[in-house]
Nanobody
Framework: QVQLAESGGGLVQAGDSLRLSCAAS????????VAWFRQAPGKEREFVAQ????????FYADSVKGRFTISRDNAKNTMYLQMNSLRPEDTAVYSC??????????????WGQGTQVTVSS
């Protein structure tokens, strides 16, 4: 069982940066694949970024590639999402997920409660 808790959301202006954090507990964090997803009002949850515990590569949705960076600190049991050059279309509830594989929400069994990110134009 894995417990996840996000923090760091807020209201920012277009072009600003924001860093989300996700603290994990209940399992060996260093051995978990981790990911970020987001859900905008009226839309389905969509994949944002992913990194696997045993692979240095990082995977991103095309819409955020070059602007967002996923990272993790295994010593702190925490993962991050650095978001730069934010756009109004990035407005969504962002959720961290763990122990999945594919870039689809149904493939991830553990979820945080989500944190709201609102980008004004």
């Amino acid at each position: 069982q894995v417990q996840l808790a996000e923090s760091g959301g807020g209201l920012v202006q277009a072009g600003d940066s924001l860093r989300l954090s996700c603290a994990a507990s209940g399992s060996t964090f260093s051995a978990l694949n981790v990911a970020w997803f987001r859900q905008a009002p009226g839309k389905e949850r969509e994949f944002v970024a992913q990194m696997r515990w045993n692979d240095p590569r990082k995977f991103y949705a095309d819409s955020v590639k070059g602007r967002f960076t996923i990272s993790r600190d295994n010593a702190k049991n925490t993962m991050y999402l650095q978001m730069n050059s934010l756009r109004p279309e990035d407005t969504a509830v962002y959720s961290c997920a763990a122990a999945g594989w594919d870039p689809i929400a149904s493939a991830w069994p553990y979820w945080g409660q989500g944190t709201q990110v609102t980008v004004s134009s």
